[in-house]
């Protein structure tokens, strides 16, 4: 006899941007989409409609057709499981592509996910599980980055990402990423990631408003997926460059603002994430086959992503002038009623621009199409 499933997950948006694609190797698309395929496939018996697929990209940098063929050969059973859309925007980057996509969805959750990020099995249903509490407002999941040569095991075991077996480290960090969330739909309108002059910071600033004001958060490490790695050594400089100019305006709001402060930070940051990725790299390089004659190898990657970076947020913290933030303010309400948007106060989640407007991106000059 067969088994009869009996529906209960809702209706979900699942807003997918089309920009990390145009850098990584098209191989991480590939398996993106295909994981994608198969989790909705495997979810779909026990949802009650279809979730909307949404692929945002920006017109000026992306042809269509390209994410259609790739659709084409990786997910071609997707349309069957999904309504998809593939939505053009006119120059949105990143954590635009974000705000914008959620904007559009008319489901109570909405998904984000990268199009270099696989998911893997169990994926969707784990981080939809913890939306049964009424005052959860985002769930967080568990990103792990893919590796298959000596570079991108290197930057497994020393990038933001923890390791697959790390599981229980990652769901104590207080941290979000906006390349696998979910977020309470009506909430994030009323809250979108702010515009903040850093590159890679804006979801982290969205979390800190979001604790602050005395919302729910939870992450959970059962909704995995496999994040595509840095693509080359010139893409590794930039991003390294990159992520020292994030971590002077980060240093500027969270740790201080004089310039002398900032150029400290620099070097206790330095410090800390060299000595951790070298202890890394000795102690837990089997688990991402990296051989002992590679070792030394990336621990000199490490010291030269991290010197570079070490290096940009110096000349940003001698150089770059910033304003404060607004102090986040404390939430007076239990929670925002169901029937509306949330009226908490936006202090604490910064200015946020108007998703439908399109602007300049800090986006390096590197790009490749599949």
Not at 68 to 78: G, S, T, Y
Not at 141 to 147: A, E, K, M, P, Q
Request: glycine letters at 8%; hydrophobic letters at 40%; aromatic letters at 10%.
């Amino acid at each position: 006899m067969t088994e009869t499933i009996t529906p209960t997950m809702d209706p979900v948006t699942i807003v997918i941007e089309w920009e990390n694609a145009i850098d990584v190797h098209d191989k991480w698309t590939s398996r993106a989409m295909a994981g994608l395929e198969k989790e909705l496939a495997r979810t779909a018996p026990k949802m009650r409609s279809k979730p909307r697929v949404m692929y945002l990209y920006d017109r000026n940098a992306v042809d269509p057709k390209v994410i259609e063929k790739a659709l084409a050969e990786n997910a071609p059973k997707i349309r069957k499981l999904a309504d998809l859309e593939i939505i053009p925007t006119d120059g949105l980057t990143y954590y635009k592509l974000k705000n914008f996509g959620i904007a559009r969805s008319k489901t109570g959750i909405s998904v984000m996910l990268d199009s270099d990020a696989a998911p893997q099995p169990g994926w969707l249903e784990n981080l939809l599980a913890p939306f049964k509490d009424k005052d959860i407002q985002a769930v967080g999941g568990f990103t792990v980055l893919g590796h298959d040569d000596m570079l991108s095991k290197t930057m497994a075991l020393s990038w933001i990402f923890n390791l697959p077996e790390e599981r229980a480290k990652t769901v104590k960090r207080h941290k979000i990423h906006a390349n696998n969330c979910a977020v309470r739909t009506d909430f994030f309108n009323a809250h979108p990631f702010p515009d903040l002059p850093a590159f890679k910071k804006q979801c982290g600033f969205w979390l800190r408003g979001l604790s602050a004001e005395g919302h729910k958060y939870v992450r959970t490490s059962d909704a995995m997926t496999v994040h595509a790695p840095h693509p080359g050594f010139g893409f590794l400089v930039w991003r390294a460059w990159t992520m020292g100019l994030d971590r002077d305006y980060q240093a500027f709001q969270t740790v201080s603002e004089g310039r002398m402060g900032r150029v400290g930070h620099a070097f206790s940051f330095f410090g800390k994430k060299v000595s951790k990725s070298w202890w890394r790299i000795l102690s837990k390089g089997r688990s991402v086959g990296l051989p002992v004659w590679q070792r030394p190898f990336a621990m000199a990657i490490t010291f030269g992503f991290y010197g570079i970076g070490l290096v940009g947020e110096i000349k940003s913290a001698l150089t770059r002038d910033f304003e404060p933030l607004p102090k986040p303010a404390p939430r007076t309400a239990k929670r925002p009623a169901a029937s509306r948007r949330s009226k908490v106060p936006a202090s604490a989640f910064a200015s946020a621009p108007d998703p439908s407007r399109a602007g300049p991106g800090p986006r390096s000059a590197i790009r490749r199409t599949l």
